[in-house]
């Protein structure tokens, strides 16, 4: 199987796009589309009848960045408050206290920061990881990611290699697949194919 990946930037584009992949042959379960914006990702399925693609799961990576992040604020919470207590004579006596905080500040922000990690990843996923799945290199991949943040439709056809995979790319470029460079900021990449 190939797929062909494209972006675009309205709804509309993608369920013209969408319709004459089908009308082409291709089947629903084989197509596939993801954006960020859920009620509008919700109301092109129901439009189209193609499911949207999901994110891959950020497994260990978004617990992981979570809790980085988690620890980085419960310092930043606790160190102005430590040094303050070092700095003010009649208050030096607490500072034991103050590393005390500081090292529930690491701990709590570090359990929170995991914790939301972890919700995170399993509720809107890794879309560069998803597109890598799909054979595209890394800065690719991130750069997809950034058009989605950006608030543009990825649009995902799988078929038989070769002709099929052709007239998908053609589809794309008629129904207003823009270029990936041209999303996130100068360039000529309209769609990606990756073998698997």
């Known amino acids: 199987m190939e797929s062909v990946v494209a972006l675009f930037r309205e709804p509309a584009q993608v369920k013209v796009a969408i319709e004459a992949l089908l009308n082409q042959g291709y089947q629903r379960n084989n197509l596939g589309f993801t954006m960020l914006d859920v009620v509008q990702e919700s109301e092109l399925a129901s439009q189209t009848g193609v499911s949207p ?28 408050v430590w040094l303050l207590l070092l700095i003010i004579p009649a208050t030096r006596i607490y500072q034991e206290g103050g590393l ?3 090292l529930f500040g690491v701990l709590g922000g570090a359990g929170m920061g995991a914790l939301f990690g972890a919700l995170a990843g399993s509720d809107s996923g890794d879309y560069v990881k998803l597109m890598r799945q799909f054979g595209m290199p890394a800065r690719v991949a991130e750069g997809y990611y950034q058009s989605l943040k950006n608030g543009h439709i990825l649009v995902f056809a799988r078929g038989q290699q070769g002709v099929q995979s052709d007239e998908a790319v053609r589809i794309f470029k008629r129904t207003g697949a823009i270029d990936l460079d041209a999303a996130i900021g100068g360039g000529n990449l309209s769609s990606q194919r990756s073998v698997h």
Do not use: N, Q, S, Y
């Open 53 to 80: 693609e999901d994110g891959a799961p950020a497994g260990a990576g978004g617990v992981l960045r979570g809790a980085f992040i988690g620890i980085l604020g419960g310092l930043a919470l606790t160190v102005p």
């Open 100 to 102: 005390l905080g500081m």
